[in-house]
């Protein structure tokens, strides 16, 4: 069944146009997942890449955009794959991925900050790696009567991970403290130093999750991702603004903190900082997504509007005029662009929009086939090859088999 959706998908591909994901480690299938036998360059990534397509028949020239992550060996100016794919499609987009992007934003901390963020790492996995203390810790929450009795792990490659182990920690924190009062008191003070600040980043990193979450998905383009990443942006000002005024409607671990005078101004100011800080790192690292112009007529193509090509006024008006069409719109301008006649009628006007709708903003379905081989591959089953049986293509794939074509294929003694 795997073999018949390749021959599906492969078939489709050869005469179509279509947008690529790839990362080291709007048709959302599984293309392929092949290991590099010698080493990670750019070079070795884009050989790897050329020979599936060659072996496969699918024109490379086919590539409309290509999303990556951020690393040297995929966007490197000289030997990137990006570089090395460019020599052979030159007008390919290139888009580095937007969760990564948020992520290496949500990481940047000041010195006080990650000095904070430490302590309560540390009180973790003092916790946490102790199967002792992890039981104690366990019973004393619930004689407390505290909603939860673990505390969550930390760690740097899961994207939501920091929000909500931080938010955890902070609804356990006086349980915490209880906890170390005998047993570590030197950490214990450090911890009652620096509250206001785990509350803050609590209230801050869930923020960052809810755009993260925002952010992922299938059905993700170039337009929605301009639309979340502006809003965000915005918020950072807001944010920074309110607490300059001493507003914390945002961050309400900070504003019941601040009702019990266990936050200071220097703290305040500290905050403000941050905040600013993290702003103008979004607008650096998102600079393309945010100067990127979407014409009004992409979103609304009935609308009147005068910024538009000359070159595309006439197909543009055909499709004004098109009663046959309206109707379709009203499920969005997603599905009203994507439809086979639209690319027919009107090529031109396709050809505009096609880079925003097909584009992959992300590397998200990357991400989630990963997370799958972590689930195939156990203890017990690390040497399956999972790419070559199948198992991880039918896992993905929304390609139905053709279960005809395949009885056809085995079936010994043929009607007469």
């Given at each position: 069944?795997?073999?018949?959706?390749?021959?599906?998908?492969y078939?489709?591909?050869?005469?179509?146009?279509?947008?690529?994901?790839?990362?080291?480690?709007?048709?959302?299938?599984?293309?392929?997942?092949?290991?590099?036998?010698?080493d990670?360059?750019?070079?070795?990534i884009?050989l790897?890449?050329?020979?599936?397509?060659?072996?496969?028949?699918?024109?490379?020239?086919?590539?409309?955009?290509?999303a990556?992550?951020?690393?040297?060996?995929?966007?490197?100016?000289?030997?990137?794959?990006?570089?090395?794919?460019?020599?052979?499609?030159?007008?390919?987009?290139?888009?580095?991925?937007?969760?990564?992007?948020?992520?290496?934003?949500?990481?940047?901390?000041?010195?006080?900050?990650?000095?904070?963020?430490?302590?309560?790492?540390?009180?973790?996995?003092?916790?946490?790696?102790?199967?002792?203390?992890?039981?104690?810790?366990?019973?004393?929450?619930?004689?407390?009567?505290?909603?939860?009795?673990?505390?969550?792990?930390?760690?740097?490659?899961?994207w939501?991970?920091?929000?909500?182990?931080?938010?955890?920690?902070?609804?356990?924190?006086?349980?915490i403290?209880?906890?170390?009062?005998?047993?570590?008191?030197?950490?214990?003070?450090?911890?009652?130093?620096?509250?206001?600040?785990?509350a803050?980043?609590?209230?801050?990193?869930?923020?960052?999750?809810?755009?993260?979450?925002?952010?992922?998905?299938?059905?993700?383009?170039?337009?929605?991702?301009?639309?979340?990443?502006?809003?965000?942006?915005?918020?950072?000002a807001?944010?920074?603004?309110?607490?300059?005024?001493?507003?914390?409607?945002?961050?309400?671990?900070?504003?019941?903190?601040?009702?019990?005078?266990?936050?200071?101004?220097?703290?305040i100011?500290?905050?403000?900082?941050?905040?600013?800080?993290?702003?103008?790192?979004?607008?650096?690292?998102?600079?393309?997504?945010?100067?990127?112009?979407?014409?009004?007529?992409?979103?609304?193509?009935?609308?009147?509007?005068?910024?538009?090509?000359?070159?595309?006024?006439?197909?543009?008006?055909?499709?004004?005029?098109?009663?046959?069409?309206?109707?379709?719109?009203?499920?969005?301008?997603?599905?009203?662009?994507?439809?086979?006649?639209?690319?027919?009628?009107?090529?031109?006007?396709?050809r505009?929009?096609?880079?925003?709708?097909?584009?992959f903003?992300?590397?998200?379905?990357?991400?989630?086939?990963?997370?799958?081989?972590?689930?195939?591959?156990?203890?017990?089953?690390?040497?399956?090859?999972?790419?070559?049986?199948?198992?991880?293509?039918?896992?993905?794939?929304?390609?139905?088999?053709?279960?005809?074509?395949?009885?056809?294929?085995?079936?010994?003694?043929?009607?007469?």
């Amino acid at each position: 069944m795997a073999t018949d959706v390749e021959y599906t998908l492969y078939n489709y591909l050869r005469t179509v146009q279509f947008s690529l994901q790839l990362d080291e480690s709007t048709l959302p299938e599984l293309l392929f997942a092949k290991p590099l036998v010698t080493d990670t360059t750019g070079r070795s990534i884009f050989l790897a890449v050329e020979e599936f397509f060659e072996e496969t028949e699918i024109p490379l020239t086919n590539l409309l955009t290509v999303a990556t992550d951020g690393a040297p060996a995929m966007v490197g100016c000289h030997r990137g794959f990006i570089a090395y794919l460019k020599d052979s499609v030159p007008d390919v987009l290139a888009v580095h991925c937007v969760i990564h992007r948020q992520h290496l934003v949500a990481k940047h901390l000041t010195e006080r900050l990650h000095c904070s963020l430490g302590y309560a790492i540390v009180a973790i996995n003092k916790i946490r790696s102790i199967p002792l203390n992890d039981r104690l810790f366990s019973q004393l929450c619930e004689q407390n009567d505290e909603e939860f009795n673990r505390l969550l792990m930390h760690t740097e490659v899961r994207w939501l991970s920091k929000g909500a182990c931080l938010s955890r920690f902070y609804e356990l924190f006086e349980t915490i403290l209880e906890f170390f009062q005998n047993k570590e008191p030197s950490l214990r003070d450090s911890l009652k130093k620096c509250k206001s600040d785990i509350a803050y980043m609590a209230d801050l990193f869930s923020k960052f999750n809810e755009l993260n979450l925002q952010l992922q998905g299938s059905e993700l383009n170039l337009i929605k991702t301009r639309s979340v990443i502006s809003s965000f942006t915005s918020k950072l000002a807001l944010f920074k603004r309110n607490l300059g005024r001493r507003e914390f409607y945002q961050f309400p671990s900070v504003a019941a903190l601040k009702e019990n005078g266990e936050v200071h101004d220097d703290d305040i100011q500290i905050y403000c900082d941050h905040l600013d800080v993290l702003q103008k790192d979004m607008d650096e690292r998102f600079q393309d997504i945010l100067k990127m112009k979407i014409p009004n007529w992409v979103i609304d193509p009935f609308s009147n509007t005068d910024e538009i090509e000359m070159e595309l006024e006439e197909e543009l008006i055909e499709l004004q005029t098109n009663e046959e069409l309206k109707p379709k719109f009203k499920n969005g301008y997603h599905s009203f662009w994507l439809q086979k006649q639209i690319s027919d009628l009107y090529p031109d006007l396709w050809r505009m929009v096609r880079k925003f709708l097909l584009a992959f903003p992300s590397s998200y379905l990357v991400e989630r086939g990963f997370s799958m081989v972590t689930d195939f591959l156990t203890k017990k089953r690390s040497r399956l090859q999972i790419a070559k049986r199948g198992d991880l293509r039918l896992f993905l794939t929304n390609i139905e088999p053709n279960v005809d074509r395949l009885v056809a294929m085995h079936q010994l003694h043929p009607p007469r």
